[in-house]
């Protein structure tokens, strides 16, 4: 299998480092010997090699700052732009893991038309295609032969969608409830102990799971993408940012954290979907759901169906290794 990634950042690193890591295990248990034969940064060059990359020689090269770095080698083309490198590639499988745009989805919705047109499957840990054009890309997918896939859009490599669309077919999902960004709930869990919303920030900024600006997962906007792309795989609804009753953290104090926990409730910021809409907002969730005891940097969901009830999956929604194991994940789907 061809693949060609977009997006060398910190998933498309973690993906990398898997491949290098556990090349022969893949081999032996599902007789998979992936070629990565094109990989593409936003300002730190590209690289073609129809013969296949080094995953190792990759991640010297990107820790050094540039791709450029990487050694010379029969038929290697660098710096080609995106478009041209995704026609050149030859690939079976497009990896789109570039930065997220909520509004337009660009320019990683081009990448993946452009796959598509040239009989690749497309997946994606990037959550802009499938959050604005989830109906389109699955039409021309479906026009293509090919598929569409996104496990790590969501939460990360924890197997939501897989546990939706896969695990719980014969069930109707009647709504999904989860928490679905890990940066607002490692907050909520430190000003349960006592920080305010300021030092909270902080601290997560300080360890990496807040951005330098963090409007994007404190005001809900990120939780809120990945409540569109529920909505689309579970019940085929396409809605809008604007369709969605938003509502971020930074209004949270401790005096309500302490009344919640005083009534037995803990403040989570709930994204909630149905096939009629959805909301981003905090919420206070008894003590005696299994959405409270979700704590620190973890992600969790409830899927609420008719035939077994609630049924929720809790694990890491969110890291390098994690969300590269998502795209793993995908194209073993595929193989």
């Not at 992936?34 to 690289?47: D, E, H, K």
Request: aromatic share 6%.
């Amino acid at each position: 299998m061809k693949l060609a990634l977009i997006g060398f950042g910190t998933v498309g690193q973690g993906f990398v480092e898997i491949l290098r890591d556990k090349s022969t295990d893949l081999k032996t248990r599902y007789g998979f010997t992936p070629q990565l034969v094109a990989v593409a940064t936003r300002s730190r060059g590209t690289l073609l090699l129809p013969d296949g990359l080094d995953p190792a020689r990759l991640l010297t090269a990107i820790e050094a700052g540039h791709l450029h770095h990487y050694p010379d080698a029969p038929g290697l083309v660098r710096d080609l732009d995106v478009p041209a490198l995704i026609r050149a590639s030859g690939a079976d499988v497009l990896l789109e893991a570039g930065p997220t745009n909520l509004q337009t989805a660009q320019p990683a919705l081009d990448y993946c038309y452009a796959a598509l047109d040239q009989g690749m499957h497309v997946v994606l840990a990037n959550k802009g295609p499938v959050a604005v054009a989830y109906t389109d890309l699955q039409a021309r997918a479906r026009a293509a032969g090919k598929r569409v896939l996104f496990e790590g859009t969501v939460m990360a490599g924890t197997p939501s969608l897989r546990l939706a669309q896969q695990a719980l077919a014969g069930c109707t999902i009647q709504a999904a409830r989860g928490i679905l960004n890990g940066t607002t709930n490692y907050i909520l869990t430190q000003i349960e102990g006592g920080m305010s919303y300021a030092e909270a920030l902080r601290q997560a900024q300080a360890l990496g799971y807040a951005e330098a600006d963090p409007t994007a997962d404190v005001d809900g906007w990120d939780a809120a993408g990945k409540a569109l792309i529920l909505a689309a795989a579970l019940f085929d609804r396409t809605f809008t940012l604007a369709d969605l009753d938003v509502q971020g953290i930074a209004s949270i104090t401790g005096a309500d954290v302490a009344a919640a926990q005083a009534a037995g409730e803990r403040w989570k910021l709930i994204a909630h979907v149905t096939p009629a809409g959805g909301s981003v907002r905090p919420q206070r969730v008894p003590n005696t759901h299994p959405l409270a005891a979700v704590g620190g940097a973890t992600n969790a969901v409830t899927f609420t169906t008719d035939l077994l009830g609630d049924v929720t999956l809790v694990g890491p929604g969110a890291g390098r290794r994690q969300t590269g194991f998502a795209l793993l994940a995908d194209v073993l789907d595929l193989l």
